[in-house]
């Protein structure tokens, strides 16, 4: 599966599931029925979904979960961070971020 | 947005003109989709895809953060399904713009709507709910999301193509592919406004973390659903009114 036909695969099922929501109540079918109760949940998809992609990134060097906060990565995840909270602008967010992570790889044992 | 270029008070009725103040009402958020789009370009390569998957995932995918999601979990030697089901999870809000949307494209042909369907992505669907739910309606009124929808698909894909240029001239030892998470955590943090939404990024993180030793990669979806279970959990400690 990590062939090009793989990718060829995933894309088209990835393309099919992101086209599919968004034709979903487009279609004008009544089969779908979107509850109060499945919205309030709809509100922590993002945070949840996000937040379990952005840890391992931080934490996990060569498949072992490293907690240390005085590396590179987590410190300059911290500044992008704030960075993100003040200016809320994802380009200037990953350019704090990047340019963090080369000072610490630099000046950090 | 200036009087002059809002489409809800001089919304023309020809579909040129309706497509004309789509476009029009784009392109401000054209300053956050390039940069977004030439990033996306670089850290598709730098996760490891090939030049030609990143700049396909543009168009067949069309979508800035299930993108990245997918660059990621390519990277990461994710299995396909699991890539396939995170990427439908991210996605899930579009079912509520589409959802919101409906009433105004009733009429349509399939055509049409599968084409707007195809167009919808979250700085298309800004735009347009202004149009509809607050402009005149008028039968070309979907030409203002095509217009819309159009001019952000098409500088997505010449941002995307422009970002691999790029990004195959950049060694690795950039680590380029940290944006991906930098690119996380800047769609993340701006967007937590309640005690319930940070708990549940904390609880998604932790279990993110925690479930590393998990076959085909479940972690994702295991933190995935601890989280949003988490967030609904304490929705009590919310705040009525204001800022939490």
Redesign the interface.
């Known amino acids: 599966?990590?062939d090009?036909i793989?990718?060829?695969?995933?894309?088209?099922?990835?393309?099919a599931?992101?086209?599919l929501?968004?034709?979903?109540?487009?279609?004008?079918g009544r089969w779908?029925a979107?509850g109060p109760r499945l919205?309030?949940?709809?509100?922590?998809?993002?945070?949840?979904?996000?937040?379990?992609?952005?840890?391992?990134?931080?934490?996990?060097r060569d498949?072992v979960?490293a907690?240390s906060l005085l590396s590179p990565?987590p410190i300059?995840?911290l500044l992008?961070?704030l960075v993100?909270?003040y200016t809320?602008?994802?380009?200037l967010?990953?350019g704090a971020?990047?340019l963090a992570?080369?000072l610490a790889?630099h000046f950090l044992p | 947005m200036s009087a002059d270029t809002d489409p809800s008070q001089t919304a023309p009725a020809s579909a040129w003109g309706e497509c004309l103040a789509g476009i029009k009402a784009e392109l401000p958020l054209l300053l956050g989709v390039v940069p977004f789009g030439l990033i996306f370009g670089v850290l598709g390569l730098a996760a490891g895809l090939p030049a030609w998957g990143v700049v396909a995932m543009s168009s067949v995918v069309f979508g800035g953060s299930s993108q990245v999601v997918f660059a990621q979990l390519w990277g990461a030697q994710v299995p396909a399904p699991v890539i396939a089901a995170t990427v439908g999870v991210v996605n899930l809000r579009h079912a509520l713009y589409s959802a919101s949307l409906a009433q105004y494209l009733r009429e349509l042909p399939m055509r049409w709507r599968v084409l707007l369907a195809y167009l919808l992505t979250d700085e298309a669907y800004a735009p347009t709910i202004r149009r509809f739910a607050d402009g005149p309606a008028t039968p070309n009124r979907h030409w203002f999301l095509f217009g819309a929808g159009f001019t952000l698909w098409a500088s997505w894909q010449l941002s995307t193509v422009a970002g691999v240029l790029l990004g195959a001239a950049i060694p690795a030892s950039w680590s380029l592919d940290f944006s991906i998470a930098l690119t996380f955590i800047a769609l993340l943090l701006p967007g937590i406004h309640r005690r319930s939404e940070l708990v549940a990024a904390l609880v998604a993180g932790t279990v993110a973390l925690a479930a590393q030793g998990l076959p085909h990669k479940l972690w994702i979806i295991a933190a995935a659903v601890a989280g949003i279970a988490a967030g609904a959990a304490s929705r009590r400690f919310d705040r009525r009114a204001g800022h939490a």
Do not use: D, H, K, N
């Open positions: 599966m990590r090009g793989g990718l060829v695969l995933t894309l088209v099922a990835c393309g599931v992101t086209f929501t968004r034709f979903s109540f487009i279609a004008g779908l979107l919205q309030a949940l709809l509100r922590y998809v993002p945070p949840a979904v996000l937040a379990a992609l952005i840890a391992p990134e931080i934490f996990v498949g979960v907690l990565r300059a995840a992008a961070a993100a909270l809320r602008s994802v380009s967010t990953i971020g990047l992570l080369w790889q």
